[in-house]
């Protein structure tokens, strides 16, 4: 794995700590000895930009945030531009200059607010990410955090599924646990869910057993990891 070959103590990012470096090795290892074009969304102090620089060693890298770090850089192959990631003429703008024939990676580790995620999200998977690309989310998970601005704690059900003595209640009662979530319609677990709903657009557009789809996904695949969903862009 790429990360294995790092000296990852020099980087100042979260990604190594949380784990996050050791599933991007997975989806990241065809890309290692490629040109590609990388866009992160949010970089903090703009360790991961360092450590996607060395990472991708004939890569270049561009970064978004709403405040710029004052003492990054300059870096060769690495771009900095000071911007919101829900300006969608400032994300063309980035795209445009930087990669005008498409990203291969998007990441997206920018507000984990659900609405502003969307916005970047569907702006920058349908223009700006190449067929085949892959556009990461990471920290979904807030969605669940009482305390973060679009979150929503676990609670109790208020209704019962099923009628309680039921066959198929006393099996549930075996393998659910005994708190189920909330409805999260909205927010960052809401727009995830979204996401599970376009992979699966032939069966949402199907409707029914004897149906036809009226399109494909626009997804190849979608992998939901702890913390982190990889969408592979359809060829």
């Not at 090795?25 to 450590?51: A, C, N, Y």
């Not at 927010?187 to 069966?203: H, P, R, S, Y």
Request: aromatic share 12%.
């Amino acid at each position: 794995m790429r990360s294995t070959q790092l000296s990852l103590e020099k980087y100042d990012s979260d990604k190594i700590s949380s784990g996050y470096l050791a599933r991007y090795d997975v989806f990241f290892e065809s890309w290692i000895d490629k040109p590609v074009k990388l866009l992160e969304l949010g970089i903090h102090r703009g360790g991961s930009l360092l450590l996607w620089h060395d990472y991708f060693v004939a890569g270049t890298v561009a970064g978004i945030d709403i405040k710029l770090p004052s003492n990054f850089g300059p870096v060769d192959r690495i771009h900095l531009y000071e911007g919101s990631q829900t300006d969608t003429q400032f994300l063309s703008h980035v795209s445009h200059q930087v990669a005008p024939e498409g990203f291969d990676i998007i990441i997206d580790d920018a507000s984990h607010l659900g609405e502003f995620t969307r916005v970047s999200f569907w702006h920058l998977f349908d223009n700006h990410l190449k067929p085949g690309g892959l556009y990461v989310i990471e920290d979904w998970g807030t969605g669940y955090w009482s305390d973060w601005p679009d979150g929503k704690t676990i609670s109790s059900r208020s209704r019962p599924l099923f009628r309680a003595g039921s066959m198929l209640s006393n099996v549930l009662t075996k393998v659910l646990p005994k708190r189920s979530l909330s409805s999260h319609s909205a927010g960052m677990v809401g727009f995830i869910k979204q996401l599970v709903d376009e992979q699966a657009a032939t069966d949402v557009t199907r409707g029914s057993w004897k149906g036809k789809p009226t399109r494909s996904s626009k997804f190849s695949e979608i992998t939901i990891a702890p913390s982190m969903v990889f969408v592979r862009k359809a060829q």
